[in-house]
Structures are given as structure tokens and as C-alpha cells.
């Protein structure tokens, strides 16, 4: 038995013990057999009158909370149906309604998420393409730089060879030169820049 229907069946029994004293102690003197027979079965009913009453009651509290455990579990398919004309059935039908709402919010939800999957995806994709594009690119790039280095390098070789070989040349011009015989002319000029 749960403890709400304790709760419930409690005062009903005390009330129920209460008056069965009081009938006692207005005439107890001229009490008979027949009438502590009848006391004892009216005992017995309050008895289970009062569990009966506070089981009647909890049972739709308690399935409306186990309905709201689920939910609150993540079940949002979870529904109770109490079959009553009193607060409870409108606390139930209240609750119905939360949980439709949260179902019906958790389905756009999840909508919504699928959509902006499929919109990050198409986007991604677009950027993917966009990346591989620029990295031909610069692959592309790079080897033509390391191509374009190539050929300075070769071209800076070959100007060190033509330096090498031009400064050879000088040497050999100069030392032929110098074994050449002077013109009389310029031996001419020469002497009469060195009188002057």
C-alpha cells in the first residue's frame, strides 16, 4: 500500500474508530452480544472502507506520477488517461497536453537539426572544393617556383662562368697589350704629355 493511501486511509479509520467509541460510551452498561457483534463488524468495514477509499484515491495520483517519471525519463510518448470527473482527470489532461507539446517541440527539434545538418553538409562540401581548389593551386604555384629557382640558380651559375671566362679574357687582352710594340704616335703624345 503506497504511503497517499495511508495518508487518506488514516483519518478515515480514526474517524470511523472514533465514533464507534463514542456509540459505546453513551450506553455501554446496556450492551448486549448481539450489539459488540455488530460493533465488530462495523469495525471491520471502517476498516476497509478507509483503505478502500485511500486506495481509490492514490491510484490515479499514482499513475499519473509513474506517467510523469517516464516523461521526465525522456518517454515523450507517455500519456495518462484517468477515468474520473473530478481535478485529477483535468491535472491528467493537462499533463496530456505538456506532453504533446514537448513531443511536438522535440520533433521540430529534431527537424530543425536534420535541416541544418543537410545545410552545414552542403556548405562544408562547398568549402571543401573551395580548399582542394586553392591547394592546386598552389601546388601549381610551387612548382613553378621551384622551377623558376631552378633556372636563376642555372642562370646565376652560368653568369659566374661567363664572369670567370670575361675576366680570363681581360687578363689575356691586358698581357697582350703589354707585349704589343707602341705606336710611334702615341709614344709621341705620351712624351709630350710628360714635357707639359
Do not use: H, W
Request: proline share 2%; hydrophobic share 40%; aromatic share 8%.
Amino acid at each position: 500500500m503506497s504511503k497517499l493511501a495511508v495518508k487518506v486511509a488514516t483519518p478515515i479509520i480514526l474517524a470511523g474508530v472514533f465514533a464507534i467509541t463514542i456509540f459505546i460510551a453513551l450506553d455501554y452498561e446496556r450492551l448486549g452480544l448481539s450489539f459488540f457483534i455488530v460493533l465488530l463488524l462495523l469495525t471491520l468495514f471502517v476498516f476497509f472502507f478507509g483503505f478502500a477509499i485511500g486506495q481509490n484515491f492514490s491510484s490515479p495520483i499514482k499513475k499519473l506520477l509513474e506517467r510523469a517519471t517516464e516523461l521526465s525519463r525522456g518517454n515523450l510518448s507517455s500519456r495518462a488517461y484517468i477515468e474520473t470527473k473530478d481535478e485529477l482527470s483535468q491535472l491528467a489532461k493537462v499533463f496530456n497536453e505538456i506532453a504533446e507539446e514537448l513531443e511536438q517541440s522535440r520533433c521540430q527539434e529534431q527537424s530543425a537539426e536534420k535541416s541544418v545538418d543537410l545545410k552545414v553538409r552542403a556548405r562544408t562540401q562547398a568549402l571543401e572544393e573551395t580548399i582542394n581548389a586553392l591547394e592546386q593551386k598552389v601546388r601549381n604555384r610551387t612548382i613553378e617556383q621551384e622551377r623558376l629557382l631552378s633556372e636563376t640558380q642555372k642562370l646565376q651559375q652560368q653568369t659566374k662562368t661567363k664572369e670567370k671566362e670575361l675576366t680570363q679574357l681581360k687578363n689575356e687582352f691586358s698581357e697582350l697589350k703589354s707585349k704589343m710594340p707602341k705606336p710611334k704616335i702615341i709614344k709621341k703624345v705620351q712624351e709630350e704629355n710628360a714635357d707639359a
